[in-house]
């Protein structure tokens, strides 16, 4: 069973650009969530999908960034323009509503903005 | 304000020899907790949780302790082998806001198992 994979697994891009990430869950699982770790810190919530519905997005840091989920597959996060303090690894999960609050993650995107 | 705290951001041990990783919260709410293990250019990686009815949960090598009026837990590893060599990350979750179920982090313990 493949797990989740994530898209691009590296990206450098210039500042005020737009940058796209895509997450593939694990076939079935209904919830999705996107974190994000910055350089030796805590890896920090971002927002959570059930199926399409954004669930809580209570992470997202402001209105550059906008994740979207339809029909309740793969997801992507947005970034848009980029800014420097956005470089970091941005990490996606996914669970099983079944499975408690254990979920899975990808093996994340890594993001440079300079 | 983190509600998760590993105040050890390193770790080392010798092969064969017991690791024991703490993780400290703050939030009562949370009544979920699991360990993530994360190598280099990877995602973490789920190891093992313990719910909060629990004090203890074992797997293998691997053994978890809860401590809810210390609101601490701990990560015993034994024996540690070298390709234990990992960061380890403590994470809770728990009905609290919205009801979603979100896992707060810890900043990571860097455990080193010297051959």
């Known amino acids: 069973e493949a797990g989740v994979t994530q898209f691009p697994s590296h990206s450098v891009i210039e500042k005020g650009q737009t940058v796209t990430l895509r997450c593939d869950p694990i076939?079935?699982?209904?919830?999705l969530y996107w974190y994000r770790r910055v350089m030796g810190k805590e890896i920090k919530f971002l927002l959570h999908f059930v199926k399409e519905s954004k669930q809580d997005e209570s992470g997202m840091p402001n209105n550059r960034f906008l994740a979207e989920r339809t029909g309740g597959t793969y997801s992507t996060l947005k970034v848009q323009p980029a800014e420097l303090e956005d470089s970091g690894v941005y990490f996606c999960a996914s669970g099983s509503t079944g499975s408690g609050n254990t979920i899975y993650f990808g093996e994340g995107s890594w993001l440079t903005v300079v | 304000d983190q509600q998760v705290k590993q105040n050890s951001p390193s770790l080392s041990v010798q092969e064969g020899r017991i690791s024991i990783l703490n993780c400290d919260y703050t939030?009562?709410?949370?009544?979920?907790f699991l360990w993530y293990k994360k190598y280099p250019a990877e995602g973490p990686t789920f190891l093992i949780s313990i719910s909060s009815i629990k004090d203890k949960n074992e797997d293998g090598r691997f053994t978890v302790f809860l401590n809810k009026s210390a609101k601490h837990l701990s990560l015993h590893i034994v024996p540690s082998q070298p390709g234990d060599s990992a960061v380890y990350f403590c994470?809770?979750?728990?009905?609290?806001?919205?009801?979603?179920?979100?896992?707060?982090f810890g900043t990571g313990t860097r455990l080193t198992v010297i051959p």
């Open positions: 994470a809770a979750s728990g009905r609290i806001q919205t009801g979603a179920n979100n896992l707060f």
């Open positions: 939030n009562s709410m949370f009544d979920y």
């Open positions: 076939s079935g699982h209904d919830n």
